[in-house]
């Protein structure tokens, strides 16, 4: 699997269903995803629809957040308190890397004290209790050059469906 830089965003180069690197075609929108048929593109559109947009954001400012469920609009984590949140973590192909939820267990750090990744630093410090968001992070905002184990290759951009919880 070979990787090709567009700007902010690096992509895996294959097929983003069937894994094929032969006759890609990237999203002509946000040139961050590839595929080798428009049957595969067709197949695939439903799930990425939803964060092509948010990919053409991320690629401007580091990070796109699509509010899923509202918060309470009121009260927001300040730097340093100690947040509690679930996620599910997910590269641009669907294939999902982590998830608190399927752990059952919140993760907790401290805000703002770059703990975490620039864009959950930056994201969740703009959440109200309650909320649950959807967070694209360009590379840079993620793990960027040196990606993150097995699973995040370098320079990949990630999805983050966020819900903060609580914090102290």
Known sequence: VSTQSTGTVTCTMECAICGSANNLKQCSACKSVYYC???HQKQHWTSH?????LVQQAQNSGYAKQVIV???KTNFPE???????????TLLNGKEFDSSRKRNKPFSFN???KE???????GIATMSKGERSLFVLSPDYAYGKNGAGADIPPNSTLVFDIELISWS
């Open 49 to 53: 629809k939803k964060h092509c947009k």
């Open 37 to 39: 048929g428009a049957d």
């Open 70 to 72: 509202e918060g309470d």
């Open 111 to 113: 805000l703002g004290q």
């Open 79 to 89: 730097k340093g308190c100690k947040v509690n949140a679930h996620y599910v973590g």
């Open 116 to 122: 975490v990744i620039k864009g959950w630093d930056e």
